[in-house]
Nanobody, 114 residues
Framework: QVQLVESGGGLVQAGGSLRLSCAAS????????MNWYRQAPGKQRELVASITTGGSTSYADSVKGRFTISRDNAKNTVYLQMNSLKPEDTAVYYC????????WGQGTQVTVSS
């Protein structure tokens, strides 16, 4: 199993930026997909961004052009750079890894004020 620990959340004004980090307990080189999800109060958890072993990325329509997912295999870390933040981006953000099993981090709160 892989343990995941997120960091980098916080309170930011609309239009601002944050960078989330997800540190894994072991190498992520062979993990099929590393993902960022988010869950806003009263809403279902949704997939925000994904990055594969080969570096291919995909994004939810709501964040395309504003968010960038990246991975540093040497540091066993995945990042989510979030720019031009909007109040509707407010949520708990979770890191997720899909391999022969699945792991979740504990989540980090992102709050965007208007």
């Amino acid at each position: 199993q892989v343990q995941l620990v997120e960091s980098g959340g916080g309170l930011v004004q609309a239009g601002g930026s944050l960078r989330l980090s997800c540190a894994a307990s072991r190498s992520i080189f062979s993990i099929n997909a590393m993902n960022w999800y988010r869950q806003a109060p009263g809403k279902q958890r949704e997939l925000v961004a994904s990055i594969t072993t080969g570096g291919s990325t995909s994004y939810a329509d709501s964040v395309k052009g504003r968010f960038t997912i990246s991975r540093d295999n040497a540091k066993n870390t995945v990042y989510l750079q979030m720019n031009s933040l909007k109040p509707e981006d407010t949520a708990v953000y979770y890191c997720n890894a899909k391999y022969w099993a699945e792991s979740w981090g504990q989540g980090t709160q992102v709050t965007v004020s208007s």
